[in-house]
């Protein structure tokens, strides 16, 4: 990562990297190419700036153990991270890299027996792209670009191959478009209850339809899953989300839905939780096979993470709260996808 700095001392190992802010962003095969811009930049829209940290805990047992994280903000042209450090408590190398088809981060570590706790704290900022739902469209499937396509099959908390009859009697009579989109969030959201512990590691979509109670990632599945079987493209996004109500709890690692449409992937929050404007990016997957936030190998116990979010404010600089909008909302373009011809 560049301008990385490492120091170091008897108890812990510190990473930090600053990024400058990104006004200007060329595609490049070996990812984002940054610019640092001088002065102030105009914009037409509102950004938001959300500062956040995760702490996780583990005691790992007699062997070492292997971690493979995904906590690391996602860097994307509309998601610039400002700032960021990781510290852990046991001076053990590591290695980040990016999967530069979803700029998904992945960081990956072995761990000595005994306590281990690593904390990583970033501040981003997210420009969003809105636009009237009268104006987007779905892709008929001739048109889905290929890049797309892995988003329209079945996964592995996804059987929209077993869903379809029922979603096509629920949803195939109304108009293709945002608002049939729409109509299966609001149909998820309005029938699924959101109860914690309801759910367990092998819960997928149609459990979720049969029981009607889940969490957040439960409910993302289960729209996801209606989607495909709708023939639209959909996959899941892992995150920290700002603006859940107190009564809540304390924050935790959010899930939602991102929705291919015309030619743009549009973010959906089925459990309502929080303003769609209030999520940062930090896995996309299929589904949460793809996007765990920690995936451990070996014997270890493992504590609840402790996470907090909080936004900044600027009225000068153009920097607003996220609230809810009636806009449709994205932060992830696909401007080099070619659609399919034949």
């Not at 989109?181 to 209850?193: G, I, N, P, S, Y």
Request: charged share 20%.
């Amino acid at each position: 990562m560049r301008g990385k700095r490492l120091t170091h001392d008897a108890e812990e190992r510190t990473v930090c990297g600053e990024v400058a802010c990104l006004r200007a962003e060329a595609h490049r095969p070996d990812g984002p190419h940054r610019v640092r811009v001088k002065g102030p930049i105009p914009r037409e829209d509102p950004l938001i700036r959300l500062s956040f940290t995760i702490a996780l805990h583990y005691e790992v047992q007699e062997s070492p153990a292997d971690f493979v994280f995904n906590i690391h903000a996602a860097l994307t042209p509309s998601q610039v991270v400002v700032s960021e450090a990781l510290t852990t408590t046991q001076d053990v190398p590591h290695h980040l890299y990016t999967d530069h088809n979803t700029a998904t981060r992945y960081l990956r570590l072995r761990a000595e027996p005994g306590p281990f706790a690593l904390t990583y704290s970033a501040t981003v900022e997210i420009e969003h792209h809105r636009e009237s739902p009268a104006r987007i469209e779905e892709v008929p499937i001739a048109r889905i670009p290929s890049q797309v396509m892995p988003y329209i099959y079945p996964s592995r908390y996804c059987p929209s191959d077993r869903m379809r009859r029922f979603a096509n009697r629920e949803f195939g009579h109304l108009r293709p478009g945002y608002w049939r989109v729409l109509a299966v969030h609001d149909w998820v959201r309005q029938r699924t209850a959101f109860v914690s512990g309801s759910s367990h590691d092998g819960t997928d979509a149609l459990a979720t339809l049969v029981g009607q109670t889940g969490v957040c990632r439960d409910f993302a599945h289960l729209m996801i899953c209606l989607c495909r079987a709708l023939t639209i493209p959909a996959r899941f996004v892992t995150g920290i989300d700002y603006g859940a109500p107190a009564s809540m709890g304390p924050p935790d690692v959010h899930a939602y839905v991102e929705v291919f449409l015309g030619t743009r992937w549009y973010a959906f929050d089925p459990t309502g939780i929080s303003p769609p404007m209030g999520l940062v990016r930090i896995g996309t997957g299929r589904d949460a096979a793809d996007v765990s936030f920690a995936t451990m190998f070996g014997t270890m116990k493992s504590f609840p993470p402790v996470i907090s979010i909080v936004a900044a404010v600027d009225a000068s600089g153009g920097i607003v709260l996220p609230v809810h909008s009636n806009e449709a909302l994205s932060t992830s373009a696909e401007p080099s996808l070619t659609p399919a011809t034949y």
